[in-house]
């Protein structure tokens, strides 16, 4: 559990540094890769 949590605050804080420190932003390119890996119809 916890390095998983390590892990994803990793990848959150390069989402957010990628989207300018922007979290929602972050959370919307998040959630459109995650669409592309797992399509749901």
């Known amino acids: 559990m916890y ?3 390590l892990g994803l ?5 390069r ?3 990628t989207s ?3 979290p929602s932003m ?3 390119s ?4 995650s669409n592309e ?3 749901i119809d």
């Open 9 to 13: 605050n990793r990848i959150w804080r």
């Open 20 to 22: 300018g420190g922007n």
């Open 37 to 39: 890996l797992f399509p």
């Open 26 to 28: 972050a959370v919307k």
């Open 15 to 17: 989402l957010t540094a």
């Open 30 to 33: 998040l959630s459109k890769r």
């Open 3 to 5: 390095l998983s949590n």
